[in-house]
């Protein structure tokens, strides 16, 4: 990683001089992606980082359809010229007005974020559920800093379900892939990979980290209440909860021993959840038969290697619902 520690002391070096005039933040703006998987807590942290008077953040998922569409469908570089064609459609998808020079995806991705900033030297932020390749593409940037959440499969895939989705199979791959390539990631110079359990139990640690990678000149505050008292952010937490960073929104998965999703998740995401340091609760491995079922349902996910279309059609109708099965 020496290439990007340089990258980053150069651009601290020279901060003063491309931004005279900023004293918020001893280096120029940043492009920052707040990262994970749905029902991770990135609700939580753009909360958080919004309330901060040297952050923007955008409307929620503003730029993921054109990071979707750049990375994973178009398999284009961030630095990668653009033409004409793509230059449109991303263009397009992303919202950025006409007459604005941005000629390649790192370029719409700043065009976007710089027309968000109230003053030059403020710092702008957007949530991305996906796709992970924008995250390697555009971290190759000295000015974007990423924030990654990590949540337990069974904590995301419960949590899923219970706001009624039906498509499980597909997250738990994608938080099995992403987790991965994250891992991998996680030593990266601009990024901080926070597990949302640490996030929850040791909030102010967790914030100074993120404070230290965004070099903000005051501690991140935590998210106000209603007028209840109650917080209003944390949707990933699916019941009430008394207070913000409420320690019962952790394991919420071991008051359902019983669910077949949860079981399948751990049993699908082992070698992963294991790497991020969550525990593997013995009452949840499958018994001989259960075994069956989950390798045959895996191996039916894993060969609809369609486009993505055409998968999400033949998924909706050849699977059952984990829930239901």
């Known amino acids: 990683m020496g290439r990007e520690r340089l990258q980053t002391a150069a651009l601290r070096v020279l901060?003063?001089?491309?931004?005279?005039?900023?004293?918020?933040?001893?280096?120029?703006?940043?492009?920052?992606?707040?990262?994970?998987?749905?029902?991770?807590?990135?609700?939580?942290?753009?909360?958080?980082?919004?309330?901060?008077?040297?952050?923007?953040?955008?409307?929620?998922?503003?730029?993921?359809?054109?990071?979707?569409?750049?990375?994973?469908?178009?398999?284009?570089?961030?630095?990668?010229?653009?033409?004409?064609?793509?230059?449109?459609?991303?263009?397009?998808?992303?919202g950025l007005p006409e007459g604005v020079q941005a000629d390649t995806v790192d370029g719409v991705h700043r065009a976007v974020l710089a027309d968000a900033r109230a003053h030059s030297d403020q710092h702008a932020a957007h949530v991305l559920h996906g796709p992970i390749?924008?995250?390697?593409?555009?971290?190759?940037?000295?000015?974007?800093?990423?924030?990654?959440?990590?949540r337990d499969a069974r904590d995301v895939i419960l949590s899923r379900a219970y706001r009624g989705e039906q498509r499980l199979d597909e997250a738990l791959l994608a938080w099995k892939a992403t987790s991965a390539r994250l891992h991998a990631l996680r030593d990266h110079a601009r990024l901080e990979v926070l597990r949302f359990e640490d996030l929850i139990t040791e909030p102010d640690r967790e914030l100074g980290r993120v404070a230290a990678l965004l070099e903000l000149a005051s501690p991140l505050a935590l998210p106000a209440a209603d007028a209840e008292g109650r917080p209003t952010l944390q949707n990933s937490s699916f019941a009430l909860l008394e207070r913000a960073f409420d320690p019962s929104a952790v394991e919420r998965w071991r008051a359902h021993m019983d669910n077949r999703a949860v079981r399948y998740a751990q049993w699908l995401c082992e070698r992963e959840l294991r790497a991020w340091g969550y525990a593997i609760d013995p009452e949840l491995q499958p018994s001989p038969r259960e075994r069956v079922r989950f390798l045959r349902r895996r191996a039916v996910v894993e060969a609809l290697e369609l486009p993505r279309r055409a998968k999400n059609a033949v998924l909706a109708r050849a699977l059952p619902s984990l829930l239901d099965e």
């Open 15 to 94: 901060a003063p001089i491309a931004y005279p005039g900023a004293v918020s933040h001893p280096t120029p703006a940043l492009r920052v992606l707040v990262f994970g998987e749905q029902r991770s807590g990135t609700t939580l942290l753009s909360e958080v980082l919004q309330a901060q008077p040297g952050v923007v953040v955008l409307a929620r998922q503003q730029l993921a359809p054109m990071l979707y569409s750049a990375f994973r469908e178009l398999g284009l570089r961030a630095d990668q010229l653009l033409g004409a064609r793509q230059q449109h459609v991303l263009r397009r998808k992303a």
């Open 133 to 150: 390749e924008a995250v390697e593409g555009l971290l190759q940037s000295p000015d974007v800093r990423c924030l990654a959440l990590v």
